[in-house]
């Protein structure tokens, strides 16, 4: 009986132990968004739609020069992320186009906000190019 006890204990202990290290926090990128590339070449024109993207979605958080320090960026619960870092120099573009179309806590989903785009709605690239074309800018600021 003092077995059967103890080892309860170790399992409501760890289940206890697991349940507070979730971190709610994280912001977690399924597989299959993992494994995506960037159908969008990166070239001057590219670069040039997503800077025009950046400007009117994204420079009032992250900032001018992608660091996060955009004049909205007071006003929120999180800093906005850091495009010049190298954790996000790190993930792949597929976890980019995730976290700019699904959004996450002070982020805003921009799945509906990319000028129709139906493909962005059920979860691809698209063939506006638009989502690509604005993480092609946005990996401007690790070049720099």
Same mark, same amino acid.
């Given at each position: 009986?003092?077995?059967?006890?103890?080892?309860?204990? /170790?399992?409501?202990?760890?289940?206890?132990?697991?349940?507070?290290?979730?971190?709610?926090?994280?912001?977690?990128? !399924?597989?299959?968004?993992?494994?995506?590339?960037? *159908?969008?070449?990166?070239?001057?024109?590219?670069?040039?739609?997503?800077?025009?993207?950046?400007?009117?979605?994204?420079?009032?958080?992250?900032? /001018?020069?992608?660091?996060?320090?955009? !004049?909205?960026?007071?006003?929120?619960?999180?800093? *906005?992320?850091?495009?010049?870092?190298?954790?996000?120099?790190?993930?792949?573009?597929?976890?980019?186009?995730?976290?700019?179309?699904?959004?996450?806590?002070?982020?805003?989903?921009?799945?509906?906000?990319? !000028?129709?785009?139906?493909?962005?709605?059920?979860?691809?690239?698209?063939?506006?190019?638009? !989502?690509?074309?604005?993480?092609?800018?946005?990996?401007?600021?690790?070049?720099?």
């Amino acid at each position: 009986m003092k077995t059967f006890i103890a080892s309860l204990g /170790v399992v409501i202990f760890a289940l206890f132990m697991f349940s507070f290290d979730q971190d709610p926090t994280k912001w977690v990128v !399924p597989e299959k968004y993992q494994k995506m590339k960037n *159908p969008v070449p990166s070239d001057s024109s590219s670069i040039k739609i997503g800077k025009e993207m950046y400007g009117r979605y994204c420079k009032s958080c992250h900032g /001018v020069n992608g660091k996060g320090d955009g !004049p909205r960026a007071i006003k929120l619960n999180q800093t *906005p992320g850091d495009f010049t870092s190298e954790a996000f120099k790190k993930q792949s573009d597929g976890a980019i186009f995730y976290k700019m179309t699904e959004g996450h806590k002070d982020m805003p989903s921009f799945k509906r906000r990319i !000028p129709s785009n139906d493909d962005v709605i059920e979860g691809g690239f698209g063939k506006t190019g638009t !989502p690509g074309d604005l993480i092609n800018y946005i990996r401007t600021f690790t070049r720099k």
